[in-house]
Nanobody, 116 residues
Framework: VQLVESGGGLVQPGGSLKLSCAVS????????AGWYRQSPGQERELVAA???????DYADSVKGRFAVYRDNAKKTVDLEMNKLKPDDTAVYYC???????????WGRGTQVTVSS
């Protein structure tokens, strides 16, 4: 299983970015997918998880600003980020958890930097 993230970069505070994750596995066989992030010196933290369009979780710090989507046909998992803050600066990692497995599969990460 391969996951490849794209869409990171430098953005000013208050700006927006969209991250995309291309997944080699069939997303219809994936129980959960989403995004974690990790800042220097910090533990990796869950940003957003999606099981179905109506079953999602978000970190309190991003609620109302970020939205996660999965497209089983295109085999992508996207993260739309709005009203970005400097505290959102981190490496963002896409993950999937297949049905019937405890394992998580990870992408290599994409850097997001929020700075003026």
């Amino acid at each position: 299983v391969q996951l490849v993230e794209s869409g990171g970069g430098l953005v000013q505070p208050g700006g927006s970015l969209k991250l995309s994750c291309a997944v080699s596995a069939k997303l219809s066989t994936v129980y959960a997918a989403g995004w974690y992030r990790q800042s220097p010196g910090q533990e990796r933290e869950l940003v957003a998880a999606i099981r179905t369009a109506s079953d999602q979780d978000y970190a309190d710090s991003v609620k109302g600003r970020f939205a996660v989507y999965r497209d089983n046909a295109k085999k992508t998992v996207d993260l739309e980020m709005n009203k970005l803050k400097p505290d959102d600066t981190a490496v963002y990692y896409c993950y999937i958890r297949p049905l019937g497995e405890e394992n998580y599969y990870w992408g290599r990460g994409t850097q997001v930097t929020v700075s003026s």
